[in-house]
Every structure is written in structure tokens, then in C-alpha cells.
């Protein structure tokens, strides 16, 4: 009797140490977070700008070194001058564990004034020291953050315009004729002399 009470009470022990494992790990966010905006809500061709980024280490196992962060804006493209319309930083930076310490940065930009300043997604990659050495963990995925660039206005030549023009100018010349016809018509019936009849004696 008290072997079967010792058992079960074990078991209930087992299985109590297990709930609570499991509600702890849970609770543990085994993340890193990143947030990053622009310092304005859009953009015009040429105007330069800001992104400000944040690097939060929300694991709870180890601390982690940012080695590198690699930024491609929706310009990026090889152009005559080389790579254009991204950057990469190197801010070799501890970022602590459950949040302490996070990496404040940003970086500056400039919307190319040509037809490259296109709305989009800004690209961010970050590379760590410990595994999995890049967030998002995934291999080609990145952090996006959306960028707005105003559009040039686009200006369309209406075909046969001039033909258009041409029958414009011919409806007035004949509503000017039309005009002075009917008001010399009325000058003349109003100016012309009445018919009066007289009596025969």
C-alpha cells in the first residue's frame, strides 16, 4: 500500500516538473528583433534620407556580436559607376541577452534623381557571430521596411491634336458668320418701312 501511494505520488511529481518545464519555455522568446523607419513618410527624386535602425537581443541563452548588416534599397542596381543603392555596416556591437544594451543605428541615403527612384521595400540582413549567424534565419529572406518615392509627373501627346485644333477654329469662324447673318437679317426687318392700307372714296 504505501509502495503504490510512493509511486503515485512520484508520478505526480514527474508530471508536475513537466507542465512547469513546458510553461517556461514558453514563456522563453527565442528571438532577435529588429525595427527599423525612414525619417520621413516619402520621398522625392534627389532628396536625400535617413533609416534609422534597432537591434533588440531577445534570447535568453547567449549574447550575440553584430558583425555586419547589409542594406539594399528598392534603387540597387550596377550602374557605370559600380553597385549603387546599397550599404553595408560593420558596427562590431555586443547586443546582451533579454534586451539589454540593443544596437541603435541608421543610415543615410540618397533617391537617385533618375528613373531608378522607385517605391519599394528597403532589404536588411543581419549577421551575427553565434548560430544561425543571420536574421532573419532564413537564406534569402530579409527585413523590409516599405519606402515611398513621389512619381514624375508623365505627360502624354494627344495624337491629331492639331487636327483637332483646325475644326475648333473652323466652328468659330462659322458661328461668327452665323451671328452676323442673323443680326443683319433682324437690323434689316426691323428697319424696313411698314405697308399701310388706306380707304378708296
Not at 124 to 148: G, H, R, S
Request: charged share 20%.
Amino acid at each position: 500500500m504505501d509502495r503504490r501511494k510512493i509511486v503515485a505520488a512520484f508520478l505526480m511529481f514527474a508530471v508536475l516538473c513537466m507542465f512547469q518545464s513546458s510553461l517556461s519555455n514558453a514563456q522563453v522568446e527565442q528571438r532577435v528583433n529588429f525595427y527599423a523607419w525612414t525619417d520621413k513618410p516619402y520621398y522625392s527624386p534627389g532628396e536625400k534620407g535617413t533609416l534609422f535602425l534597432v537591434v533588440r537581443n531577445d534570447r535568453t541563452d547567449v549574447d550575440l556580436k553584430i558583425e555586419r548588416i547589409e542594406i539594399y534599397y528598392p534603387w540597387f542596381s550596377f550602374t557605370q559607376n559600380g553597385w549603387e543603392g546599397n550599404s553595408t555596416k560593420e558596427p562590431n556591437f555586443m547586443i546582451k541577452i533579454r534586451g539589454e544594451n540593443p544596437y541603435f543605428g541608421h543610415d543615410n541615403f540618397a533617391v537617385p534623381s533618375d528613373g531608378r527612384a522607385v517605391s519599394g521595400a528597403i532589404k536588411v540582413k543581419i549577421y551575427v557571430d553565434k548560430t544561425p549567424f543571420q536574421y532573419p534565419e532564413a537564406l534569402n529572406q530579409y527585413y523590409e521596411i516599405p519606402v515611398n518615392v513621389a512619381a514624375n509627373p508623365q505627360y502624354t501627346q494627344i495624337k491629331g491634336l492639331d487636327k483637332i485644333e483646325t475644326l475648333l477654329t473652323i466652328q468659330a469662324i462659322l458661328t461668327i458668320v452665323c451671328t452676323v447673318i442673323i443680326a443683319s437679317t433682324i437690323f434689316l426687318s426691323v428697319r424696313r418701312p411698314q405697308i399701310v392700307w388706306e380707304k378708296e372714296e
